[in-house]
């Protein structure tokens, strides 16, 4: 049986310029698609998140791309968040952007890809990531920590370190297998005639 196609959601968690981890982003966004997945690559570079005030649940008029990523996070099976540690936590931007939203991620599957320059693979930015979803009543899924992130990729987004392509194809099946346990099964369309 062939698996189901998920709609899946990456979520880069930096806006730096020259940032590293928008390689293995785009990189796990690829493989997502080459593996049939419907995935979208949330670029926050691509938007104007505004500081948080409220909620996008609690205003009548939310900020329309803050709008836009609660809709996409709605529509999504699984969220793959992919996140530098820095100074011991995720970004603040991340961290920003998460705090908009609250029911939209109920039940909703995360996974993550930590990066970081070093050799922790961002693994505190992961503890921290992992309570945020239990908080969000969200499911805490497959990881894959990146280690030395600038010997991994090249500077145009090549992945150098040919270890990580078995990596990266374990994470994008072990996520759409995590995945699939939540994904509303399809409603049965009773016969008719009978
Ligand atoms: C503000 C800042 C804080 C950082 N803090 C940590 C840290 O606490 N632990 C760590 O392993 N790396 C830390 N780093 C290194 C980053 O994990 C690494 O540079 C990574 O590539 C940053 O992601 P980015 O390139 O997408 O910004 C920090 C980097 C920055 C810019």
């Known amino acids: 049986m062939t698996a189901p196609s998920l709609q899946i959601l990456v979520v880069q968690g930096t806006i730096r310029e020259g940032r590293s981890s928008i390689h293995p982003a785009r990189y796990v966004t690829d493989s997502f698609r080459e593996n049939g997945h419907n995935t979208e690559l949330f670029d926050m570079r691509d938007y104007e998140i505004p500081l948080f005030r409220n909620r996008r649940d609690a205003v009548s008029d939310p900020h329309p791309d803050v709008d836009a990523f609660g809709q996409k996070v709605e529509a999504a099976d699984a969220l793959v968040i992919v996140a530098p540690e820095y100074n011991h936590s995720i970004p603040g931007t991340l961290k920003n952007l998460l705090d908009h939203l609250y029911p939209e991620y109920e039940n909703t599957a995360f996974s993550y890809v930590t990066v970081s320059a070093g050799g922790f693979g961002g693994v505190r930015a992961l503890s921290h990531l992992h309570d945020i ?62």
């Open 133 to 194: 979803t239990l908080e969000f009543n969200a499911h805490p899924g497959p990881d894959l920590p990146v280690s030395n992130v600038r010997d991994a990729f090249g500077e145009d987004g090549t992945l150098i370190d040919e270890t990580y392509e078995d990596r990266f194809e374990e994470f994008v099946e072990a996520v759409a297998d995590y995945a699939e346990q939540f994904v509303p099964a399809a409603v049965d369309t009773p016969e008719t005639g009978i």
